[in-house]
């Protein structure tokens, strides 16, 4: 996790318990603690799932372009022995 992702959390935790002026000092510092926490578990679960998505969407790709792959192969060998035998026919006048 990165130092600015850490520093974000720790702020907003800071913002947070900031707002609940009824909390004294240490109870402020453990809410903001928490909410940090928090916050670092979602951006870590947020990455995580990014990454699943991502691995998923490689593997569609990679399937689908050989797949793309295999259809141009086909049809160039088509056109390839298409012309030959045209050539072929037209050598046979």
């Known amino acids: 996790m990165s130092e ?7 702020e907003q935790g800071q913002d947070f318990a900031r707002a609940l002026t009824w909390l004294g000092p240490a109870e ?6 928490r909410f940090a926490r928090h916050h670092l578990r ?3 679960d947020m990455l995580a ?5 991502a691995d998923r969407l490689r593997a569609e790709y990679a399937h689908r372009y050989a797949q793309l792959r295999r259809r141009l192969i086909c049809l160039t ?3 390839f022995a298409l012309c ?4 072929y026919l037209r050598c046979l006048r």
């Open 42 to 44: 979602l951006h870590r």
């Open 77 to 79: 060998l088509l056109a």
């Open 4 to 10: 600015a992702v850490r520093r974000d959390a720790h």
């Open 49 to 53: 799932a990014t990454v699943v998505r």
């Open 28 to 33: 402020q510092r453990e809410v903001s603690a």
């Open 84 to 87: 030959a035998g045209i050539s």
